[in-house]
T-cell receptor, first 112, second 109 residues
Framework: DAGITQSPRYKITETGRQVTLMCHQTWSHSYMFWYRQDLGHGLRLIYYSAAADITDKGEVPDGYVVSRSKTENFPLTLESATRSQTSVYFC???????????FGQGTRLTVV | AQRVTQPEKLLSVFKGAPVELKCNYSYSGSPELFWYVQYSRQRLQLLLRHISRESIKGFTADLNKGETSFHLKKPFAQEEDSAMYYCALSTSGTYKYIFGTGTRLKVLA
């Protein structure tokens, strides 16, 4: 399917475990982003990427790791999950000059 | 620092009433402002961008650089407008988007 897809849609994990959230886009957009959505905080930027092998920290990067070996994939890894990382995670993509970000359907992560 | 402020967490209006969702931003340069909408159980999608000066689903938003505001307005609210609305800022020279905390709009029958 064309577009931007996230997997899994729902995930429950235990404190201390490593978990990876996947994001895949079929448009070859150069820019990709990870946000977390929390009540009272809105969407906060975790990491972003301008192109393959180029990533940078956003507002709330602690406890997260990203990689971008291919343009179409931008996985987000929680190295040792904590309850405070319970959230809905959104991946997005964009291109220079387009000025619109396209979002995935989100991953609801619960850390118990 | 770049910041987007949406002062209202929840806004309830009756069907047919006017709606104004407030957004203020902090940025010293030339910003690009957007409104994104998230309907129940759906992904975020772009509603408006200031550079296009268009009206989508009856909504309009005007960038006021003097007041650093980008309020979203609709003259007559519809029940299907009920959703979460986010104001977002993109700054020149970067490509990241800064979002506000969002306003949940409830349109009552």
């Amino acid at each position: 399917d064309a577009g931007i897809t996230q997997s899994p849609r729902y995930k429950i994990t235990e404190t201390g475990r490593q978990v990876t959230l996947m994001c895949h886009q079929t448009w070859s957009h150069s820019y990709m982003f990870w946000y977390r959505q929390d009540l009272g905080h809105g969407l906060r930027l975790i990491y972003y990427s301008a192109a393959a092998d180029i990533t940078d920290k956003g507002e709330v990067p602690d406890g997260y790791v990203v990689s971008r070996s291919k343009t179409e994939n931008f996985p987000l890894t929680l190295e040792s999950a904590t309850r405070s990382q319970t959230s809905v995670y959104f991946c997005a993509s964009s291109v220079p000059g387009l000025a619109e970000a396209f979002f995935g359907q989100g991953t609801r992560l619960t850390v118990v | 620092a770049q910041r987007v402020t949406q002062p209202e967490k929840l806004l309830s209006v009756f069907k047919g009433a006017p709606v104004e969702l407030k957004c203020n931003y902090s940025y010293s340069g030339s910003p690009e402002l957007f409104w994104y909408v998230q309907y129940s159980r759906q992904r975020l999608q772009l509603l408006l961008r200031h550079i296009s000066r268009e009206s989508i689903k009856g909504f309009t938003a005007d960038l006021n650089k003097g007041e650093t505001s980008f309020h979203l307005k609709k003259p007559f609210a519809q029940e299907e407008d009920s959703a979460m609305y986010y104001c977002a800022l993109s700054t020149s020279g970067t490509y990241k988007y800064i979002f506000g905390t969002g306003t949940r709009l409830k349109v009552l029958a």
